[in-house]
T-cell receptor
Framework: KAGVTQTPRYLIKTRGQQVTLSCSPISGHRSVSWYQQTPGQGLQFLFE???????NKGNFPGRFSGRQFSNSRSEMNVSTLELGDSALYLC???????????FGAGSRLTVL | DQQVKQNSPSLSVQEGRISILNCDYTNSMFDYFLWYKKYPAEGPTFLISISSIKDKNEDGRFTVFLNKSAKHLSLHIVPSQPGDSAVYFC???????????FGAGTRLTVKP
């Protein structure tokens, strides 16, 4: 079966712009989580959505937001981009309470 | 607040020898622990997990040990192979909760 698909894979933005990243989970997975990976910081949890509702949230400013659609696809948005937002953004899907997440390949964002 | 810590950013071992990767956590509510492996340009892939009711779980060359009193877990790879060279992430969550927290990762290099 198809894995977790993230688009776009690479993108370059400038400071102050906004960006939207997309994630299509594995068919049947209703939980979608987002992580930010930067060198030395590992994977920082952004938020998790389940059945279109944000269920968990990490310690990121309000510029980071997300949503989930009825087909479980999810988007995350970062507004007013800062240089420090340059990172690999990873999406992962899972079934509720299954603990094991399946990750996509990520969207690499560069902010200039 | 880094609830999951991997204090060794890198580890180098000889092919055929044992690789030991360590992880510490601070949140006593965590009761499910996982290891993920990540190759460049790919998302992390699930490797092995352990529930807090166990102190050891083995899968082929990979064994995870959990010491709840010390809030410490380790991943043993025996024998190590060059294909094991990757970044290994330790992760933890409360059971039945997809809010998973990751460490910063340890880059393992297995030399032929």
């Amino acid at each position: 079966k198809a894995g977790v698909t993230q688009t776009p894979r690479y993108l370059i933005k400038t400071r102050g712009q906004q960006v939207t990243l997309s994630c299509s989970p594995i068919s049947g997975h209703r939980s979608v989580s987002w992580y930010q990976q930067t060198p030395g910081q590992g994977l920082q949890f952004l938020f998790e959505y389940f059945s279109e509702t944000q269920r968990n949230k990490g310690n990121f400013p309000g510029r980071f937001s997300g949503r989930q659609f009825s087909n479980s696809r999810s988007e995350m948005n970062v507004s007013t981009l800062e240089l420090g937002d340059s990172a690999l953004y990873l999406c992962a899907s899972g079934t509720s309470g299954a603990n094991v997440l399946t990750f996509g390949a990520g969207s690499r964002l560069t902010v200039l | 607040d880094q609830q999951v810590k991997q204090n060794s950013p890198s580890l180098s071992v000889q092919e055929g020898r044992i690789s030991i990767l360590n992880c510490d956590y601070t949140n006593s509510m965590f009761d499910y622990f996982l290891w993920y492996k990540k190759y460049p340009a790919e998302g992390p892939t699930f490797l092995i997990s352990i529930s807090s009711i166990k102190d050891k779980n083995e899968d082929g060359r990979f064994t995870v040990f959990l010491n709840k009193s010390a809030k410490h877990l380790s991943l043993h790879i025996v024998p190590s192979q060059p294909g094991d060279s990757a970044v290994y992430f330790c992760a933890a969550s409360e059971d039945n909760n997809n809010d998973m927290r990751f460490g910063a990762g340890t880059r393992l290099t297995v030399k032929p």
